[in-house]
């Protein structure tokens, strides 16, 4: 056999960032989805928090798929609606995938990760000792991720320019450096 130099396959930076994240957020005790990147028009303009333009498509191939997703929440939201309507109620997911979305000419992808949690965290029947769903809950696994990714030191958390429609009281903007 002809002698050749072995070189060591490797992930591209941005993969294995993405499945450090996806690792973390599973040993969090989050289970991942995979969502629709084609949506309606209705999901397209919620939580679009840039306000940038909306992608639709011009020959759609549904009349339920007939845009580019600009967010990841109404996703979950679907998922979290379908579950509940099966009887599931506790539901811990996260999403990590990419939006997309038109600001003048420029075509913008964003890779974004969202989590949504709902129901009782972890139990003990032993005890009866059970974590509820709550905002504390989902800043306890933020502050965990930040801190996994070696951000904490850079993070501030505010309640300045929250999104009109969040809550003033359960929501945070979180400030990167």
Known sequence: LP???????SYASRIKYRLDVSKKMRELGLDEVKTYTLVNENNATRFNYDSNEIIKLERPISKIRTHLRTSLIPSL???LEYNKARGVEDIFIYEI???YSKNKDEYIEDMK???LIS?????SMWNNNTIKSDFYLLKGILENLIHYLGFEKRV???NENIVHFMHPKISAVILID
Not at 119 to 123: A, F, L, R, V
């Open 3 to 9: 002698m050749q130099q072995l070189k060591k396959g």
């Open 77 to 79: 939201l679907e998922v």
């Open 97 to 99: 995938s990419n939006v």
């Open 113 to 115: 990760l969202t989590f």
């Open 119 to 123: 129901g009782t965290y972890s139990g």
């Open 156 to 158: 501030k958390f505010t």
